[in-house]
């Protein structure tokens, strides 16, 4: 059984730094594509950065150059390095897996982000 864990998430001011992590069991994820997305309250979930099985990454406009998407095929992990955080940012951050008709998602990591 496919499980992706966040983890990360949490309380920083304005400007600061944060780095989401997204552990998967049950699938080898490596072959497959790796998403962040993001829900604040009251809104639609959005992506945030996606990363595929080649190795090609794509940002949303709103967190380009600010925010990295990253993945480690040995420990089956990717990662969301935030910086320079902004209020805009709070939400609760998604792992998403997808390809090959599969669509996994994480429970998700609150990130808050205080002005």
């Known amino acids: 059984q496919v499980q992706l864990v966040e983890s990360g998430g949490g309380l920083v001011q304005a400007g600061g730094s944060l780095k989401l992590s997204c552990a998967n069991s049950?699938?080898?994820?490596?072959?497959?594509?790796m998403g962040w997305y993001r829900q604040a309250p009251g809104k639609q979930r959005e992506l945030v950065a996606t990363?595929?099985?080649?190795?090609?990454?794509n940002y949303a406009d709103s967190v380009k150059g600010r925010f990295t998407i990253s993945g480690d095929n040995a420990k089956n992990t990717v990662y969301l390095q935030m910086n320079n955080l902004k209020p805009e940012d709070t939400a609760v951050y998604y792992c998403?897996?997808?390809?090959?008709?599969?669509?996994?998602w994480g429970k998700g990591t609150l990130v808050t982000v205080s002005s």
């Open positions: 998403n897996l997808y390809g090959y008709g599969i669509n996994y």
């Open positions: 049950g699938i080898i994820f490596s072959i497959y594509n």
């Open positions: 990363i595929t099985s080649e190795g090609r990454m």
